[in-house]
């Protein structure tokens, strides 16, 4: 059975969809990391564009707006994704660059609280990223059926609280305080979340892999390079929160 914690990859994402015998056709593992640099380039295209341009084109009252604006319509677009595979060679990109404007934003004010903190969380980001690849490929992590399972659950049980938090942010409510406080417990969270998310880039390359193993169809090298960016965005945002919180203190 194929898992990830991921919900863009989740069981039988790739025997859902019908395996082609044609090579032009498939899935192949080569495709599936070019789809990735390609998405990968429009995130940072975007956010560096959002970063240099927006804050001298938008009124200051109008950044959350627009940061919030963004992030839903990439949500959106995520779902769309998620539940119509065969549309991601062209949403997965649009994705990339709603999601850049975020990261753009959202970094640009970052970096004006706590200089220095963008450069910290990229190099964090990428090098997590190719250590994690690097194990991966050695098969050093072992990625039984057990590990998907224990990740998988991790990765749900943040969501629901991240949604549960929401939500009474949402009703005028506090919310739940060491989520975003910068105290012990607020900051071994973070570590813990940040943990989950890097781990959730072992399931997704061994996702991948056993996806051009399984011959699907070609549109899905676009869907899991879209999986994979999604856990890289993640991730990056999460190491931003746990540096502020360190920053704080």
Known sequence: MLRSGNPALGDNTFTTVAAFDAPSDV???????NKSFILLF?????AAMSWVFLPTLVPPEIMLPTIFGASIAGLITGIVVVF?????PVLAPVYALLEGVVLGLLS??????????VVQAVVLTFGIFFTLLLLYKSRIIPVTENF???????????????????????????????????GALGIGFSVFVV????????LDFDFIEKGAEMNAPKYMEWYAAFGLIVTLIWLYI???????????R
Do not use: D
């Open 27 to 33: 899935m192949t593992l080569q495709g599936a990391v």
């Open 238 to 248: 999460e190491i931003l929160r746990l540096l502020s919180k360190l920053r704080r």
């Open 148 to 182: 998907k399972l224990g990740i998988a659950a991790a990765t749900g049980g943040i969501m629901i609280l991240y949604l549960v938090n929401l939500g009474l942010r949402l009703f005028g409510a506090a919310g739940i305080g060491f989520i975003h406080e910068s």
């Open 195 to 202: 943990i989950i998310a890097s781990l959730n880039l072992v």
């Open 84 to 88: 119509k595979k065969n549309v991601a």
């Open 42 to 46: 429009l995130v940072v295209l975007s």
């Open 108 to 117: 640009f004010f970052m970096e004006m609280a706590y200089p220095g903190i």
